[in-house]
């Protein structure tokens, strides 16, 4: 369940470390599972006289497509020359910036661990700190929404940049005569789309996490003591 990393209120039981090892884990494998990603894909270049040569289209994370090399060099292919051909596309940007999140995530958790253990009594008797932690986790959740949503984008680029259409758009003799190009072998991407699941799950997680430490803030407790009780009366003022 959530947690208020500042939380007055809160003492380290099951249930606090519950909450940091979700926080932990849900930014593990976000960051795990798209970080240090390789994969290729084979593609086949059916020449059209009987004869057929193959490509490896390989790419890797951070995912500079443009800087990974399709035809090192010039090389012969269907007895054309070829010049160096390169991917193309760019999603570098979107997936350092989610595993940037993700890290920046582990770490504000792994700080939370170290209050857990030792340093709950600084902020005892002080507003200053669940106030704190709700702005920081309300920017965290932002921070997972505008990255999950931009990794996705990306790795869409990534998918159409390295199927059958887009490796036909790169290599210049596919895009005539009687060669035709294909990707016959693809790399599995099932670990990119489950980043992408663990990306919006970490952005409902801290979310959660928001709720609960707004409810430790002042503001709550303020909102509530001006809230009149049940069966409570307002006395009339005196003329």
Same mark, same amino acid.
């Given at each position: 369940?959530?947690?208020?990393?500042?939380?007055?209120?809160?003492?380290?039981? #099951?249930?606090?470390?519950?909450?940091?090892?979700?926080?932990?884990?849900?930014?593990?494998?976000?960051?795990?599972?798209?970080?240090?990603?390789?994969?290729?894909?084979?593609?086949?270049? &059916?020449?059209? /006289?009987?004869?057929?040569?193959?490509?490896?289209?390989?790419?890797?994370?951070?995912?500079?497509?443009?800087?990974?090399?399709?035809? /090192?060099?010039?090389?012969?292919? @269907?007895?054309?020359?070829?010049?160096?051909?390169?991917?193309?596309?760019?999603?570098?940007?979107?997936?350092?910036? &989610?595993?940037?999140?993700?890290?920046? @995530?582990?770490?504000?958790?792994?700080?939370?661990?170290?209050?857990?253990?030792?340093?709950?009594?600084?902020?005892?008797?002080? /507003?200053?700190?669940?106030?704190?932690?709700?702005?920081?986790?309300?920017?965290?959740? &932002?921070?997972?929404?505008?990255?999950?949503?931009?990794?996705?984008?990306?790795?869409?680029?990534?998918?159409?940049?390295? /199927?059958?259409?887009?490796?036909?758009?790169?290599?210049?003799?596919?895009? #005539?005569?009687?060669?035709?190009?294909?990707?016959?072998?693809?790399?599995?991407?099932?670990?990119?789309?489950?980043?992408?699941?663990?990306?919006?799950?970490?952005?409902?997680?801290?979310?959660?996490?928001?709720? &609960?430490?707004?409810?430790?803030?002042?503001?709550?407790?303020?909102?509530?003591?001006?809230?009149?009780?049940?069966?409570? %009366? %307002?006395?009339?003022?005196?003329?």
């Amino acid at each position: 369940m959530p947690k208020s990393m500042f939380s007055p209120i809160r003492n380290w039981t #099951g249930l606090g470390q519950l909450d940091v090892h979700m926080d932990l884990l849900t930014a593990i494998f976000a960051f795990g599972s798209c970080g240090g990603f390789v994969a290729k894909n084979i593609v086949s270049i &059916f020449c059209g /006289d009987g004869r057929n040569e193959t490509l490896t289209a390989s790419f890797h994370y951070p995912f500079r497509l443009s800087e990974v090399p399709l035809i /090192d060099g010039n090389a012969t292919i @269907c007895n054309r020359s070829v010049g160096p051909t390169h991917l193309m596309g760019d999603s570098s940007s979107a997936a350092e910036f &989610f595993v940037g999140v993700a890290i920046v @995530c582990f770490l504000y958790s792994m700080a939370a661990l170290l209050v857990y253990l030792g340093y709950m009594h600084v902020y005892k008797n002080s /507003d200053f700190g669940p106030i704190l932690d709700f702005v920081i986790t309300a920017v965290i959740v &932002f921070l997972w929404l505008v990255c999950s949503s931009a990794w996705a984008k990306g790795l869409q680029n990534v998918k159409d940049a390295t /199927d059958t259409e887009g490796i036909g758009a790169t290599v210049a003799l596919c895009k #005539g005569g009687n060669i035709t190009c294909e990707v016959t072998e693809y790399a599995n991407l099932r670990t990119l789309n489950i980043s992408v699941v663990f990306g919006y799950l970490n952005m409902f997680v801290w979310a959660g996490n928001a709720w &609960f430490v707004y409810k430790e803030t002042r503001w709550h407790s303020q909102k509530i003591s001006t809230q009149p009780g049940p069966g409570r %009366q %307002q006395v009339p003022a005196a003329i």
